[in-house]
């Protein structure tokens, strides 16, 4: 979102832009745990299996719907394409950052940051186990304090109504009440920190992986 989020025009309806984004991704996640969860308990499937679960029982589930080929092609080329973009999205932010910072070409970025990317990608295919414990790590660590720290800083250090003033309401017909300010700073920065913890604590007490 931060990628993307760069290229809008200062007058873009972002606050719709926020709930159809929140909205789209939370039905995503609620209708692959419809399809996915009930599909391992009747194959059988281990259901700890990570994040390889899609390959192992999508392709299953596709057996049963009837041109398995052509809706397992498609599903799994549609799969490709938005692995390709977050890959692109998450990349951007990091090659702008050693622009920035080292005073590169961006080509130059570009070509390390992929070969960086393709060197830690070896041990992911090699093994599952350390895939899942990356996986593990990436969601409940890196995003989990990302996130933390984003809120926090807009938050506290920036400013939540400064945010909502600049950032959020310029442009958009939904306009963003001061119930905003308290709700950001001290609800959401405090689950964010939740989870944070959370994280901590399943990670030194054997439960993360």
Not at 111 to 125: E, Q, R
């Amino acid at each position: 979102m931060e990628t993307y989020g760069g290229c809008l025009k200062k007058n873009q309806e972002v606050n719709f832009d926020y709930i159809t984004v929140a909205f789209g991704n939370m039905l995503g996640c609620v209708l692959a745990g419809f399809i996915i969860i009930p599909s391992v308990i009747h194959f059988g499937l281990e259901q700890t299996t990570g994040a390889g679960l899609v390959f192992s029982v999508l392709p299953k589930v596709f057996m049963e719907l009837g041109p398995a080929r052509l809706i397992g092609f498609a599903f799994f080329l549609a799969l490709l394409g938005a692995g390709i973009s977050t890959s692109v999205s998450i990349m951007e932010i990091t090659v702008t950052a050693a622009v920035d910072a080292f005073k590169v070409t961006r080509r130059k970025a570009v070509l390390i940051v992929a070969l960086i990317t393709g060197i830690g990608a070896i041990p992911c295919v090699w093994s599952d186990g350390f895939l899942n414990a990356l996986d593990w790590v990436v969601n409940n660590i890196g995003y989990n304090f990302a996130a933390a720290f984003t809120a926090i800083f807009v938050a506290w250090k920036y400013g939540a109504n400064k945010a909502r003033v600049e950032l959020m309401n310029p442009g958009s017909d939904i306009q963003v009440g001061k119930w905003f300010i308290p709700v950001y700073k001290y609800v959401c920065c405090a689950v964010c920190v939740f989870f944070c913890a959370q994280a901590i604590v399943a990670l030194f007490t054997g439960n993360a992986f």
